[in-house]
């Protein structure tokens, strides 16, 4: 039986890498349009989509994917010994970019004592693995249940579960349990610019993982349902809607909150994300519109080697010094993102767009990167 390859859901991953690239690469972190940085605190932005779409589009494609090992005979057994054996090599690239260059490039200093243990990467392996679980050994009655059992366990523990000095039921930066949680068990592990929580922290993992379980409803829906794929594009308006307003409802009584990942913020993006995704179904999926999409899936098609080269090099590019002389005859350091940033854009542009132009060119450059290896059908897959 041949399988037919979900188009969109490549295209909006690719989609979801191009906004991350475009959002991660400013000329300046003292200059960067609202909408292109995370929500201070609570509420939400462009930005914030970001992540949640990528586990949601974790859960998606592991249904298919499954499904088409299955297909071939994998047993079970195979299947969770190839999603251990990705969960770990995921998880290890995240830890490989919280460390890179390991101390042997310029000022830079590097000790496994205080390497950071959370991240992207490491949260989209641990929602792969247990999501993957869950999957395979559930219906989608279990896989509801799961999500409500994740709701209410990090609702209980961070509404009722009092934090020495601060009391109970709190969701204010670093006063809440999910960073007292933290710091009992991350404590010299977390992200630098917080040193006391973490964004990918142990707490807000548990919604988390229950975004990647609306991914995996969503992806059997799609399989399964005898419905045309303009009837399907509809219902993942219908449903995607309903969570939106579920979601800003739910910010009532629990903030839509990208840092805690808060219940309301996963229903919420959940929403978006079936919406966002309805878009590019309809118009590649169910109406054959697929030339616009070609970048967009050329990105989708590597999308964590990609990820883990925007890494790389962006430390790179901040790592890397060059001793100019400034406007008053000194001399600094000055890193090299600095310097193409005020040669090549700062002359002809306002600050915000000098940045914002940077950005670009980042998305630009990595493009051709996939470009060409989607030319020559170079796949990297973990």
């Known amino acids: 039986m041949k399988h037919e390859r979900l188009v969109s859901l490549d295209a909006f991953r690719g989609f979801t890498i191009a906004g991350m690239i475009l959002v991660n690469n400013p000329g300046s972190w ?104 869950i999957y395979l050994f559930t219906s989608m009655r279990g896989q509801l249940l799961a999500i409500g059992a994740f709701f209410i366990s990090y609702t209980l523990l961070m509404f009722y579960v009092p934090v020495p000095e601060y009391g109970a039921g709190l969701f204010e930066k670093g006063r809440n349990f999910a960073a007292y949680f933290d710091s009992l068990f991350l404590n010299g592990h977390m992200w630098s610019a917080t040193k006391t929580w973490d964004p990918e922290g142990i707490i807000s993992t548990l919604p988390a993982i229950a975004m990647t379980l609306f991914g995996a409803i969503t992806g059997d829906y799609l399989r399964q349902s005898q419905q045309t794929k303009v009837e399907k594009s509809a219902w993942l308006f219908v449903f995607g809607s309903g969570m939106l307003l579920l979601g800003a409802a739910m910010d009532m009584w629990m ?31 169910a109406q054959g519109l697929k030339k616009w999409a070609y ?24 790592l890397i010094k060059f001793n100019v002389m400034l406007s008053d005859g000194s001399m600094k350091d000055v890193a090299l993102k600095t310097i193409i940033t005020q040669n090549l854009f700062e002359p002809y542009f306002s600050p915000l767009n000098a940045s914002l132009f940077f950005a670009i060119l980042w998305v630009m450059v990595l493009y051709v990167v996939v470009w060409v290896m989607y030319k020559k059908k170079w796949f990297v897959k973990v």
Request: net charge positive; hydrophobic share 55%.
């Open 295 to 318: 970048p967009f899936v050329g990105y989708g098609m590597n999308a964590i080697f990609v990820f883990v080269l925007s890494g790389i090099i962006g430390r790179m590019l901040i």
């Open 30 to 133: 003292s200059h960067i349009y609202p909408q292109l940085e995370h929500a201070e605190w609570n509420g939400w932005t462009f930005t914030d989509w970001i992540f949640p779409f990528f586990l949601w589009i974790v859960g998606v494609a592991m249904t298919f994917s499954f499904s088409i090992r299955a297909a071939k005979g994998d047993t079970r057994e195979q299947l969770l010994l190839n999603v251990f054996r990705r969960s770990a090599i995921i998880f290890l690239l995240g830890l490989f970019l919280s460390g890179f260059p390991f101390g042997l490039l310029w000022g830079h200093t590097f000790h496994f004592s205080t390497i950071r243990i959370p991240g992207v990467l490491q949260r989209i392996a641990i929602c792969y693995l247990i999501g993957s679980l």
């Open 255 to 285: 903030p839509i909150n990208k840092n805690l990942w808060t219940v309301s913020y996963t229903v919420f993006m959940t929403g978006w994300a079936l919406c966002i995704f309805g878009i590019f179904y309809f118009l590649i999926d």
